[in-house]
Every structure is written in structure tokens, then in C-alpha cells.
């Protein structure tokens, strides 16, 4: 077990690593796009071979389909209860409206119809990337420990997918999260108790890897991986293109063949 905890905290590590780069430095738009858009390559090379495919292996379509709806359901109800949440919240409107040139003011914004992703996101917190890495890390990170439980060797390309794919989801957040106004040790708190849970997903997974079925193991990675493609089409993906501009999607093709190759490399 003690394996299972060293890899998993390792893993779910990034995230709060994140976490504080995003506080000790400012990040311009198109260097957190960037990241968002590397990392949002990697998850989906991570979802189409290290858990779609694994588990279809495991369980088999039926259980890794309807581990996929209801992931996806699941995560589309959390973010909107955070939205709703978001909307309660004392953040200042003309920080939530951007123009082509940066936030706009007051008589400016009356012109435009709608906020963009990114002021939206703002409004929101970030809280919209911390639900989907809370969402999909808990069931990733089980799946990592119910591998090391079965095998006894660690999934290295599933490692380093998680933990690349961890760093641009709580950078970006917590850029956001200080941008909408949150105070650092609010961002500093949230990212260290998702990262605590989410080690603790593979202890979990690792003990209770003896009595779960096939089939479980299976609805589980499509669990993570509906929850992942969810949160990648409605909140990263959108926000990496904007920030980052046309860049985003050549440097989305170069995270998803980095974490392809580990995939096929190990």
C-alpha cells in the first residue's frame, strides 16, 4: 500500500504544483492557453488508451459506456451548480466582459452582447477546472492504484498523463482564480484538498482492487473518461483557443503525441 500511496500523492502532486505557479507569477493569456492546450492534447490521448481502451478491455462496452454517460452527466451537474454558485459570488462584472484588446469598461461592455469563455471563466473563479479535476481525478487516480494492485508495476504513461495533464488545469484555475479576486490562501486550500483527495483515490483503489470485478473496473475508467471529455469541449478546450489564439490547436496535436508515444513507448 505504501506504493500506491507514494505514486498516487506523486501523481495528484501536480496539482497543487500548479496551483502555486499560478499564484507566484503572473501568466500572460497566451502562455496559460498554451499550457491549457498542450494539456488538453494529453488528456485525450489519455482517454483514448489508457482509459477507454483499457477499459473496454477490463469490463467490456456495456459497463465502460455507461460509466462514460454517467461521468459526463455527472460533471455537467457539478459545473452547473458551481456556475450557479459563481453567480452569487461579489466579482466584479467589467472584469467578466473582454474586448479584443482586454477586459472592457462599464460603457464599453454595454455594446456587447455576451461575455466571452475567458470572462466567464473569470467569473466563475476557475472553480469550473477545479470541478473537473476533482471529477476526473478520483476515478483516474483509483484506476492507477487498481493497476498497481494488479500488477504490481506502475502505468508510467498514465502516471505522466495525469500528472501533465494536472498542471494546466490548476494553473489556468488558479490564474483565474486570483484574476475573479479569490485571495491565495482560498486557491492554496482549494488545490491542496483536491490533491489530497485525489491521492487518496489510489490507496482506495489499491485496497479495494481484491474485490472489484472486471466490470467495475471498467464502468470506473469510463467514468473518468466522460467526465474528461466533458470538461476538455466545455471549459479547457474553449479557453485554450482563446487564450492562446490559432497556436492552440498544433500545440494540442503535440500533447496528445507526447502522451500517445509514452502510451506506446512503456
Same mark, same amino acid.
Given at each position: 500500500?505504501?506504493?500506491? &500511496?507514494?505514486?498516487?500523492?506523486?501523481?495528484?502532486?501536480?496539482?497543487?504544483?500548479?496551483?502555486?505557479?499560478g499564484?507566484?507569477r503572473?501568466w500572460?493569456?497566451?502562455l496559460?492557453?498554451?499550457?491549457?492546450?498542450?494539456?488538453?492534447?494529453?488528456?485525450? #490521448?489519455s482517454?483514448?488508451?489508457?482509459?477507454?481502451?483499457?477499459?473496454?478491455?477490463?469490463?467490456?462496452?456495456?459497463p465502460?459506456?455507461?460509466?462514460?454517460?454517467v461521468?459526463?452527466?455527472?460533471?455537467?451537474?457539478?459545473?452547473?451548480?458551481?456556475?450557479?454558485?459563481?453567480s452569487?459570488?461579489?466579482?466584479?462584472?467589467?472584469?467578466c466582459?473582454e474586448?479584443?484588446?482586454?477586459?472592457?469598461?462599464?460603457?464599453?461592455?454595454?455594446?456587447?452582447?455576451?461575455?466571452?469563455?475567458?470572462?466567464?471563466r473569470?467569473?466563475?473563479?476557475?472553480?469550473s477546472? #477545479?470541478?473537473?479535476a476533482?471529477?476526473?481525478?478520483?476515478p483516474?487516480?483509483?484506476?492507477?492504484?487498481? @493497476?498497481?494492485? #494488479?500488477? @504490481?508495476?506502475?502505468?508510467?504513461?498514465?502516471?505522466?498523463?495525469?500528472?501533465v495533464?494536472?498542471?494546466?488545469?490548476?494553473?489556468?484555475?488558479?490564474?483565474?482564480?486570483?484574476?475573479?479576486?479569490?485571495?491565495?490562501?482560498?486557491v492554496?486550500?482549494?488545490?491542496?484538498?483536491?490533491?489530497?483527495?485525489?491521492?487518496?483515490?489510489?490507496? &482506495?483503489?489499491?485496497?479495494?482492487?481484491?474485490?472489484?470485478?472486471?466490470?467495475?473496473?471498467?464502468g470506473?475508467?469510463?467514468?473518468?473518461?466522460?467526465?474528461l471529455l466533458?470538461?476538455?469541449?466545455?471549459?479547457?478546450?474553449?479557453?485554450a483557443?482563446?487564450?492562446a489564439?490559432?497556436?492552440?490547436?498544433?500545440?494540442?496535436v503535440?500533447?496528445?503525441?507526447?502522451?500517445?508515444?509514452?502510451?506506446?513507448?512503456?
Amino acid at each position: 500500500m505504501s506504493v500506491a &500511496a507514494l505514486w498516487g500523492f506523486v501523481a495528484a502532486s501536480s496539482l497543487l504544483i500548479g496551483a502555486v505557479l499560478g499564484l507566484v507569477r503572473p501568466w500572460s493569456s497566451r502562455l496559460v492557453g498554451t499550457v491549457l492546450a498542450f494539456g488538453g492534447g494529453a488528456l485525450i #490521448a489519455s482517454i483514448a488508451f489508457e482509459l477507454f481502451e483499457e477499459g473496454l478491455h477490463d469490463g467490456g462496452p456495456v459497463p465502460v459506456g455507461t460509466g462514460l454517460a454517467v461521468g459526463a452527466l455527472v460533471y455537467l451537474g457539478a459545473n452547473k451548480v458551481v456556475e450557479r454558485a459563481g453567480s452569487d459570488d461579489p466579482v466584479d462584472p467589467d472584469r467578466c466582459l473582454e474586448g479584443p484588446t482586454g477586459p472592457l469598461d462599464a460603457d464599453d461592455a454595454s455594446t456587447v452582447g455576451q461575455p466571452s469563455v475567458q470572462g466567464r471563466r473569470r467569473a466563475q473563479g476557475g472553480t469550473s477546472l #477545479a470541478v473537473g479535476a476533482f471529477l476526473d481525478g478520483i476515478p483516474e487516480q483509483a484506476v492507477l492504484g487498481i @493497476g498497481l494492485a #494488479a500488477g @504490481g508495476d506502475v502505468g508510467v504513461a498514465l502516471l505522466v498523463a495525469i500528472f501533465v495533464s494536472n498542471l494546466p488545469e490548476s494553473i489556468g484555475s488558479a490564474t483565474d482564480m486570483r484574476e475573479a479576486g479569490r485571495s491565495r490562501g482560498f486557491v492554496l486550500v482549494l488545490w491542496a484538498g483536491v490533491t489530497a483527495v485525489c491521492g487518496l483515490a489510489t490507496i &482506495a483503489g489499491y485496497l479495494v482492487a481484491d474485490v472489484v470485478k472486471a466490470p467495475v473496473q471498467g464502468g470506473i475508467q469510463g467514468f473518468a473518461a466522460g467526465g474528461l471529455l466533458v470538461m476538455l469541449v466545455d471549459s479547457l478546450i474553449p479557453e485554450a483557443r482563446e487564450k492562446a489564439g490559432e497556436s492552440a490547436g498544433l500545440v494540442t496535436v503535440l500533447g496528445f503525441a507526447f502522451a500517445a508515444g509514452l502510451s506506446f513507448l512503456v
